[in-house]
């Protein structure tokens, strides 16, 4: 099988497309990202990737505090405006038609819309270059009702967002596939298959 070199490249894809929230200059403030992950199970945390030049930033510095917010496919248009407009100039939350909603944490706004919500308090940030990596301690997490089958979140009701960037002709927002397999029983049981 042949290969070709693509370079420095980011090929992980498809990647989660989130809202981040945030309050900044005293108004709810969403971005949009894609460059966030799981990092820790005990303490549960998460991170994400904030490019430094953007207006979320000060806010999540001011506030040690974000909300992560899962749009599902009916939420393209928002979550590309949410990326591609500044909130220094523009409110986000109007323009999109938020509806927030409080949860544990005061400085983390979350949208009722989006089918999964999480708060997290910033435990550490990172400057990785054009970058901060934002790590935070989750604190509080949401799924909406309708997004439940016999009591279990169902990805087929949540229905994410995801986004590309393999190439720049095929970059852009995608609907996750379809359900291929369980994951092995013996591995679950034994917690991972790669521990010392």
């Known amino acids: ?13 498809p990647r989660p497309a989130i809202l981040v929230g945030t309050y900044v200059d005293s108004k709810p403030n969403f971005l949009t990202i894609s460059w966030a992950g799981i990092t820790s199970a005990d303490p549960p945390t998460m991170s994400i990737a904030v490019r430094n030049t953007r207006y979320s930033l000060k806010g999540i510095r001011e506030n040690r505090q974000f909300s992560v917010n899962v ?8 979550t590309d405006h949410c990326g591609a407009v500044s909130g220094f100039n523009s409110d986000k939350a109007r323009e999109c038609g938020f509806k927030l909603f409080d949860g544990e944490l005061d400085k983390a706004p979350l949208i009722e819309q989006c089918p999964i919500n999480i708060e997290c308090e910033v435990l550490q940030i990172v400057a990785l270059g054009d970058h901060s990596l ?17 009591g279990i ?3 087929r009701k949540i ?5 590309c960037t393999l190439t720049m002709k ?7 596939g379809d359900f291929i397999s369980g994951t092995n029983a013996i591995s679950r049981e034994r917690g991972a298959g790669d521990q010392l």
Do not use: W
């Open 134 to 150: 934002v790590i935070g301690k989750i604190v509080e997490s949401y799924i909406t009702d309708q997004c439940f089958t016999s």
């Open 170 to 176: 095929s970059m852009g927002y995608y609907a996750i």
């Open 1 to 13: 099988m042949s290969k070709t070199k693509m370079g420095l490249q980011h090929l992980l894809n």
């Open 71 to 78: 749009p599902s496919v009916d939420m393209v248009r928002e």
């Open 159 to 163: 229905n994410p967002l995801c986004f």
């Open 153 to 155: 979140p169902d990805i």
